[in-house]
Nanobody, 115 residues
C-alpha cells in the first residue's frame, strides 16, 4: 500500500504563485513516473505535468512556461511550482505515482485563483 499526501494548495490572486508538494509513503518499492493532474468543476480530469524517475518532464500546453514539475527521489516527493496563475487554473490538483505497475493517487488539494 502506498499513500500520497499533497500539500500547498490555497487561495491566490491572479498572477501569483503557489508550490504544491506530494510525498509518497508506505510499502514503497521503486517509484516511476509521478505527476499532477487537475479537475475543475464540471470538467474532466486533465494532465498538468508528469516527470519520470530520470526527471524527464512533460507539460500540458496550457501550463508550459508557467509551471515547473520537479522531484526529490530521496524524499519520494514531487513538486509543482505554479507561477503566473490564472483564474482558469482553479481546480482540485491531484498527485499520482506509478510503482510496480500500479497507479496511486493522492486525495487532492484545492487551488483557487481569484481574478
Amino acid at each position: 500500500q502506498v499513500q500520497l499526501v499533497e500539500s500547498g494548495g490555497g487561495l491566490v490572486q491572479a498572477g501569483g504563485s503557489l508550490r504544491l508538494s506530494c510525498t509518497a509513503s508506505g510499502r514503497l518499492f521503486s517509484i516511476g513516473t509521478m505527476g499532477w493532474l487537475r479537475q475543475a468543476p464540471g470538467k474532466q480530469r486533465e494532465l498538468v505535468a508528469h516527470i519520470t524517475s530520470s526527471t524527464n518532464a512533460n507539460y500540458a500546453d496550457s501550463v508550459k512556461g508557467r509551471f515547473t514539475i520537479s522531484r526529490d527521489n530521496a524524499k519520494n516527493t514531487v513538486y509543482l511550482q505554479m507561477n503566473s496563475l490564472k483564474s482558469e487554473d482553479t481546480a482540485v490538483y491531484y498527485c499520482n505515482a506509478w510503482s510496480k505497475g500500479t497507479e496511486y493517487w493522492g486525495q487532492g488539494t484545492q487551488v483557487t485563483v481569484s481574478s
